[in-house]
């Protein structure tokens, strides 16, 4: 869905949208489960900026919910994870600031994003903030073991003998030396 600046300077728009698992396109390690579904509202700011300059923000106002698959940080086994977000964002044209002070920047405005062209698509929007709202680590399980390092073997389904067979090169130089001073 793509919010266009030239029909959001005639009137507000409210949306409420469902997306099918697969439309919005996400990253590989997380898998969209049901639909997100998605409402809210977007209208237009106008940025008066002095000397005629009139800026056209998108304010994008709303909330989003989906139940997603992401991978446990361990053994990268599927965990499930629902998501709830509200938000509230305001998106400027690409390149309004470009010739702007960066230090004239204040911190609350680098939450600021950008639309190119026409309008903002509402369905890049929803994608950066649900990989926003996902965590960054998740075990699946508390005591998940996670994966050799060696050979990479799940160690929650098999144990491996890489521990007791993989001597540390370090402790072997303490070996020899333990050797020679028993002769
Ligand atoms: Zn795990
Ligand atoms: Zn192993």
Not at 28 to 48: I, T
Not at 103 to 128: C, F, M, N, P, R
Request: proline content about 4%; charged content about 30%; some cysteine.
């Amino acid at each position: 869905m793509l919010i266009k600046v030239k029909d959001l300077a005639l009137r507000k728009i409210v949306f409420e949208e469902n997306f099918a698992p697969g439309i919005i396109d996400l990253v590989e390690e997380v898998e969209q489960k049901s639909p997100l579904k998605a409402s809210g509202r977007a209208e237009l700011l106008r940025e008066n900026r002095g000397a005629g300059e009139i800026v056209e923000d998108i304010r994008l106002v709303g909330s989003f919910s989906t139940q997603v698959e992401i991978r446990c940080a361990r053994c990268l086994d599927p965990v499930p994870c629902s998501v709830q977000e509200d938000f509230d964002l305001v998106y400027r044209p690409q390149g309004v600031d470009a010739v702007a002070d960066e230090a004239a920047i204040s911190l609350a405005e680098t939450e600021i994003g950008y639309y190119q062209g026409e309008g903002l698509l509402l369905e890049d929007v929803l994608k950066e903030q649900l990989l926003l709202a996902l965590p960054v680590k998740q075990v699946c399980r508390r005591e998940c073991k996670g994966l050799c390092p060696h050979c990479g073997g799940n160690l929650n389904l098999e144990s491996c003998n890489c521990v007791s067979t993989m001597t540390d090169p370090r402790w072997a130089a303490l070996e020899d030396i333990r050797k020679k001073l028993e002769r």
